[in-house]
């Protein structure tokens, strides 16, 4: 009994030793092929997030030229803008001309308006000299220091890019 005992002691090693290098060479069948698997997973990941930074980047660049052209184009015309203005302040006895002239300039501003041109703001504001360009200083005691007290010039701007900057008096 204790023969077939040992007898059957060897044959269970046995069994189980055979079992074992099975399993190894499965999971060195398994193992390479789950590595290439989690490789191309992450290239896949890596590609995905470099896309998604492509498409940012040539949005963002796509919305500055965008924006650049327009402000070219709109420099353009600006002049136009600002004569139409002082053709509004020349005194006329011919009140149908001043309000086509008033209907043209109003208009150029709303065109302006839809494309988000804005005017720089200048009287009673702060002088800034990314919006503004002085062109003179006055002594005004009642003022506020770097305070504009007239201008000039009329300044735009589309969101934070200036176009044209305010030409404005300074005063102290």
Known sequence: MKDENVEEKQEDIVQEQENQPKEEKTDCIIDPKQQELDELNDRYKRVLAEFENYKKRSGKERETLYN???ADIVEVFLPIVDNLENALKIET???EYKKGIELI???FKDILNSK???EIPTVGETFDPSLHEAVSSIQDP???EKEIVQ???KGYKIG???IRHSMVVVAN
């Open 116 to 118: 988000g041109v804005e």
């Open 160 to 162: 934070h890019k200036v």
């Open 151 to 153: 201008e000039y010039r």
């Open 142 to 144: 009642d003022k506020n």
């Open 105 to 107: 300039l109003k208009q």
């Open 68 to 70: 650049s052209i327009l």
């Open 93 to 95: 006895q011919d009140e």
